[in-house]
């Protein structure tokens, strides 16, 4: 059941239907309804609705003469993405280097903390989900809403490849040890290194899911949680 915070109920239930799309929970082609989500989620149907209407707009789920079914993302898609990433991640990076609040990075090094915890644990759903808000923290220090809006949905949408990524090609340390590496650069003020980590991740990332892709077939996986 979602639990209620000091956000509103339809972006609870969005949050939630966008995470187990994009971690595979639910699986590409599946077919789901306002009624068995509702159920699921311990929720009225308008929220629901509200919600779905959102990831249709996103493209993520789609109505079909069976019903509403869900998309989710392709290798295709995937490619795509990193495309932008390797033409914008950069640049947002190395301003947020320039303006991370204390705060903010405070909360990147505890992440880093508990993902080399977690990776020694083996566990690649946690380290995965403390990837993407490792990556969401650096996104809002940028101090850009733009570069923002456009990399925070660009990294939640390769979530399922990610956590294949780290399962199955044993990256989940070589991943962590990157991060670690750029929190000491943003730390450190040093451009010039947040820009050649950064590169050197994104390209070590894609090139884990592709081959772990061709080897596996991501798009037939589920996910466990």
């Given at each position: 059941?979602?639990?209620?915070?000091?956000?509103?109920?339809?972006?609870?239930?969005?949050?939630?239907?966008?995470?187990?799309?994009?971690?595979?929970?639910?699986a590409q082609g599946e077919i789901i309804s306002e009624t068995r989500l509702s159920e699921e989620l311990g929720v009225s149907r308008t929220p629901i609705r509200?919600?779905?209407?959102?990831?249709?707009?996103?493209?993520?789920?789609?109505?079909?003469?069976?019903?509403t079914v869900v998309v989710g993302v392709t290798e295709k898609d995937v490619k795509d993405l990193f495309e932008v990433k390797r033409r914008i991640e950069v640049?947002?990076?190395?301003?947020?280097?320039?303006?991370?609040?204390?705060?903010?990075?405070?909360?990147?090094?505890?992440?880093?903390?508990?993902?080399?915890?977690?990776?020694?644990?083996?566990?690649?759903?946690?380290?995965?989900?403390?990837?993407?808000?490792?990556?969401?923290?650096?996104?809002?220090?940028?101090?850009?809403?733009?570069?923002?809006?456009?990399?925070?949905?660009?990294?939640?949408?390769?979530?399922?490849?990610?956590?294949?990524?780290?399962?199955?090609?044993?990256?989940?340390?070589?991943?962590?040890?990157?991060?670690?590496?750029?929190?000491?650069?943003?730390?450190?003020?040093?451009?010039?290194?947040?820009?050649?980590?950064?590169?050197?991740?994104?390209?070590?990332?894609?090139?884990?899911?592709?081959?772990?892709?061709?080897?596996?077939?991501?798009?037939?996986?589920?996910?466990?949680?």
């Open positions: 059941m979602i639990e209620y915070k000091n956000v509103s109920l339809a972006d609870r239930v969005y949050d939630q239907l966008e995470y187990n799309i994009l971690s595979g929970a639910y509200e919600a779905m209407s959102r990831l249709s707009h996103e493209k993520l789920i789609k109505e079909s003469t069976m019903g640049m947002a990076t190395r301003r947020a280097a320039e303006h991370f609040s204390e705060e903010g990075l405070k909360a990147l090094k505890d992440n880093v903390d508990q993902q080399e915890f977690y990776a020694q644990k083996g566990d690649a759903v946690k380290v995965r989900d403390l990837d993407t808000e490792f990556h969401d923290i650096i996104y809002r220090e940028c101090g850009s809403i733009t570069f923002e809006t456009i990399l925070t949905p660009i990294h939640h949408k390769m979530m399922k490849f990610r956590r294949l990524s780290l399962e199955k090609s044993h990256r989940i340390m070589a991943s962590v040890a990157e991060h670690r590496a750029l929190y000491n650069a943003i730390a450190e003020k040093d451009g010039d290194k947040v820009d050649t980590i950064v590169l050197m991740h994104i390209d070590h990332a894609y090139n884990s899911i592709m081959e772990v892709n061709e080897q596996y077939g991501t798009n037939n996986s589920t996910e466990n949680h």
